[in-house]
């Protein structure tokens, strides 16, 4: 029994040694963090409070021999490690036909909103059947019509942004 006591009484003390150990004061300093009080007072640092702190560590990249001796030129589009490379006349097709499949879905979307906007009538739409014996239900139909041309008003905006972001023919 008194061996028991021990034990636990060390795994106590071990346990609060471990617990005043997470609770140390952590200082930011820009995109890091410190636990050393003077290294923080030298440069400045800000006390964090009111939680934990949890720093993971990144991995840097493995340079390899053909980048390390030659400096490359930023790209403003990278494309992702091991992704092949394409043709610059494929890429035009490509572009072109996107191009197209945009410049199609626009056409819709536009005659769509003319075929709405006839439909809507500034807001006061064409009673159908049941709608003259109830009003709630016109008044429904209405705020669904008015809910549809803002969707298909803003794919139009989505396609013209598209369309926009490819490169000119």
Not at 77 to 101: C, F, H, I, K, L
Not at 149 to 165: M, P, V
Request: glycine letters at 8%; one cysteine or more.
């Amino acid at each position: 029994m008194k061996t028991l006591s021990v034990f636990l009484l060390t795994a106590f003390a071990v346990g609060v040694h471990v617990q005043a150990q997470a609770q140390e004061r952590v200082w930011r300093c820009g995109n890091e963090y410190t636990n050393n009080a003077t290294q923080a007072q030298q440069r400045g640092c800000k006390l964090m409070e009111g939680g934990n702190v949890t720093v993971v560590q990144g991995t840097r990249p493995i340079a390899s021999a053909a980048s390390s001796s030659a400096v490359r030129a930023p790209s403003s589009a990278s494309s992702p490690a091991g992704s092949p490379r394409v043709d610059g006349a494929d890429q035009r097709a490509r572009d072109g036909e996107a191009r197209s499949v945009l410049e199609s879905e626009l056409r819709k979307a536009q005659d769509r909103q003319t075929q709405l906007l006839r439909e809507y009538n500034n807001g006061e739409p064409e009673k159908q059947g049941s709608e003259s014996r109830n009003y709630q239900k016109y008044l429904d139909r209405v705020a669904e019509m008015k809910a549809e041309l803002a969707r298909n008003e803003s794919d139009i905006a989505g396609i013209q942004r598209e369309i926009g972001r490819l490169p000119v023919k």
